[in-house]
């Protein structure tokens, strides 16, 4: 069974997580394939719009900590990191459909979506800080941005789950839906950017993110370096070993 699934037509390519037993957490080979997707969307003018979707009850709950553990991304050309450049230079507009579950790298990977419809019982989480690790993808600074430092604070440094209507309030996504319209809206959306000229979508997505594409490019080159880092310490270890024995970690045994 295909982890990642790639849909073309009407001028949208659609990107679906297939991986619902697994709560369609992310793998190294799921982001080589969703870099090779989105590199051939952005030189094929056949697609005018990407649609990134998972299933109806968990649009992606970030890493699979085995995999991640297992082969952690410690090198700047890793899979991840390769797909967070890829995701946040895409040219064309990106669409996301979340339903259900959102966490981690499901939700970061969000603020680099041009349109972003979700249900209104999606339930989002950035719980970094305890696995362990720094954000990323941008999230420190784009998050803030959108959210302001307190909300942005509360829900990087906790890492408490916030609600489709937080996450609506603070900027985050541009739509809330009943569940079960969530895709068909987004494709709708999609595919009416893919009837306009691609042209006037390329120029006007690369106006929009001109002002701070500097500032986040580099804040994402930072926070890889950290991630890197932090990834194979002590804190880290700890928080994937929990996970796999199904208790709560002992931060206090391993120090910083």
């Known amino acids: 069974m295909q982890d990642i699934i790639l849909t073309q037509g009407a001028g949208v390519l659609a990107i679906a997580f297939n991986r619902a037993g697994k709560k369609n957490s992310f793998t190294a080979a799921m982001y ?12 094929d003018d056949q697609v005018r719009a990407v649609v990134f979707q998972g299933s109806r009850e968990v649009f992606s709950a970030g890493n699979d900590i085995d995999d991640f553990s297992s082969n952690p991304p410690v090198e700047p050309d890793a899979p991840v990191w390769q797909f967070i450049r890829a995701l946040s230079a895409f040219p064309k507009p990106i669409v996301a459909a979340v339903n259900g579950v959102v966490v981690g790298i499901g939700v970061t990977m969000l603020l680099h979506c041009d349109l972003v419809y979700a249900a209104t019982d999606a339930r989002f989480r950035v719980p970094f800080v305890n696995l362990g690790v720094c ?7 784009l998050l803030q941005k959108i959210f302001g430092y307190r909300s942005a604070a509360e829900a990087l440094l906790l890492g408490g789950q916030f609600s489709a209507e ?17 895709l068909a809206y987004a494709r709708q959306q999609a595919t009416h950017l893919a009837d306009t000229p691609l042209s006037a979508l390329l120029e006007t997505k690369r106006l929009l993110k001109s002002h701070d594409a500097e500032s986040v490019n580099a804040r994402i080159a930072e926070e890889t ?12 270890r ?3 070993a929990a996970f796999r024995e199904k208790r709560r970690p002992d931060f206090r045994k391993v120090g910083q």
Do not use: C, W, Y
């Not at 370096?225 to 880290?236: G, H, R």
């Open 32 to 43: 080589t394939d969703m870099v090779a997707a989105l590199e051939n969307a952005a030189g």
């Open 225 to 236: 370096s950290l991630f890197q880092k932090m990834v194979t310490q002590p804190a880290a």
């Open 166 to 182: 937080d996450a609506l309030k603070g900027g985050l996504i541009t739509r809330l839906l009943p569940p079960d319209d969530v």
């Open 238 to 240: 700890e928080a994937f």
């Open 135 to 141: 954000p990323e993808a941008g999230s420190s600074l």
